[in-house]
């Protein structure tokens, strides 16, 4: 099972400053990152700047596609208005059937704003009690979501990536 991880930061630096942390936990085996990104809003900027990490170890498995997708509901749909709401809907529907519902969406779009950043990561095999207390440290709190198997090949599917590439 796939875990859709978002941890929030309370500083623009927040998500940058961490990537290390990210890093050794994955050396520690405590998590398996299958694809990861980073956000950060600065003060007085309408959107977020955004950078696909991939597996931190190499090519990530859903790529640019995903992420841009995603961070595109998430951000820039409040300020593109009702203009697009009809196919907005459609997209948010077809990410609902690989487990990232509006209610998860909502969520991120609510607590990641100017001043804030966020790591976003897909992994796989995460010992989340060992992940969650070294970053409750760096001041982040956690968002998340766990996608079944079903769900997580229907992602992989819809982004072009086989089921070999996230495990």
């Not at 936990?25 to 955004?50: F, H, M, N, Y």
């Not at 897909?122 to 070294?134: A, F, G, K, Y």
């Not at 440290?137 to 198997?149: H, P, V, Y």
Request: proline share 4%; hydrophobic share 45%.
């Amino acid at each position: 099972m796939s875990t859709l991880t978002v941890w929030r930061f309370p500083t623009v630096e927040g998500a940058e400053n961490a990537l290390d942390l990210l890093r050794q936990l994955q050396k520690q085996q405590l998590i398996s990152i299958a694809d990861a990104a980073c956000v950060s809003w600065p003060e007085g900027r309408k959107k977020p700047k955004t950078k696909d990490l991939g597996s931190l170890t190499g090519a990530g498995a859903l790529g640019g596609g995903f992420w841009g997708l995603l961070f595109g509901l998430i951000f820039l749909v409040p300020l593109l208005g009702m203009a697009v709401g009809a196919a907005i809907g459609a997209l948010t529907g077809s990410l609902s059937h690989v487990g990232i519902d509006e209610e998860f969406i909502d969520t991120v779009r609510a607590k990641v704003t100017p001043g804030t950043s966020a790591l976003f990561v897909m992994s796989q095999d995460t010992v989340l009690d060992r992940v969650v207390e070294p970053f409750k440290e760096t001041g982040a709190s956690l968002l998340s979501t766990n996608l079944s198997d079903e769900e997580e090949a229907r992602l992989r599917d819809a982004f072009g990536e086989t089921h070999e590439a996230m495990r």
